[in-house]
């Protein structure tokens, strides 16, 4: 079983607290991995406050208002299917990058070696100013 430890930074140097998350299998692909994560957010989500304590992928404005975070609407629930497809999109815009130890995965279906204490840092990339 691995510890995969789970960090999101920015090219702009923001840094959330990591997390980490218990899977059985030693080998997943980049897809696999971020559904996981994904669908681990949104329980928490679903469960919890309507602040998300960490999210790779954000509710969308629409999905905020009917949940209720933008006015008195009661809140709803977010869609996983939907988060996972919103985050392969921007990992396959260039939205992010993902690096598992010191490796760089290029592709959603490359598969990820998971040891113990597998450390995979999100890096969201931050267009340049006029670029």
Same mark, same amino acid.
């Given at each position: 079983?691995?510890?995969?430890? $789970?960090?999101? *930074?920015?090219?702009?140097? @923001?840094?959330?607290?990591?997390?980490?998350?218990? #899977? $059985? /299998?030693?080998?997943?692909? %980049?897809? *696999?991995? #971020?559904?996981?994560? #994904?669908?681990? /957010?949104?329980?928490?989500?679903?469960?919890?406050?309507? *602040?998300? +304590? +960490?999210?790779? =992928?954000?509710?969308?404005?629409?999905?905020?208002? %009917?949940?209720?975070?933008?006015? *008195? +609407?009661?809140? +709803?629930?977010?869609?996983?299917?939907?988060?996972?497809?919103?985050?392969?999109?921007?990992?396959?815009?260039?939205? $992010? =990058?993902?690096?598992?130890?010191?490796?760089? #995965?290029?592709?959603?279906?490359?598969?990820?070696?998971?040891?113990?204490? @597998?450390?995979? @840092? $999100? &890096?969201? &990339?931050?267009?340049?100013?006029?670029?």
């Amino acid at each position: 079983m691995a510890t995969v430890t $789970f960090v999101d *930074e920015s090219t702009a140097g @923001t840094r959330t607290p990591a997390w980490a998350l218990q #899977i $059985f /299998e030693e080998r997943l692909t %980049l897809r *696999e991995l #971020i559904r996981r994560r #994904i669908h681990q /957010e949104v329980v928490e989500h679903n469960a919890a406050s309507p *602040e998300p +304590r +960490r999210s790779l =992928v954000q509710p969308t404005s629409t999905e905020r208002a %009917l949940n209720g975070e933008q006015g *008195e +609407r009661p809140r +709803r629930r977010v869609d996983p299917q939907r988060q996972v497809a919103l985050a392969e999109k921007a990992f396959g815009s260039n939205g $992010f =990058v993902v690096l598992v130890g010191d490796r760089q #995965i290029e592709e959603l279906d490359d598969e990820v070696d998971l040891r113990r204490d @597998t450390a995979v @840092t $999100f &890096l969201k &990339l931050v267009p340049l100013v006029g670029g």
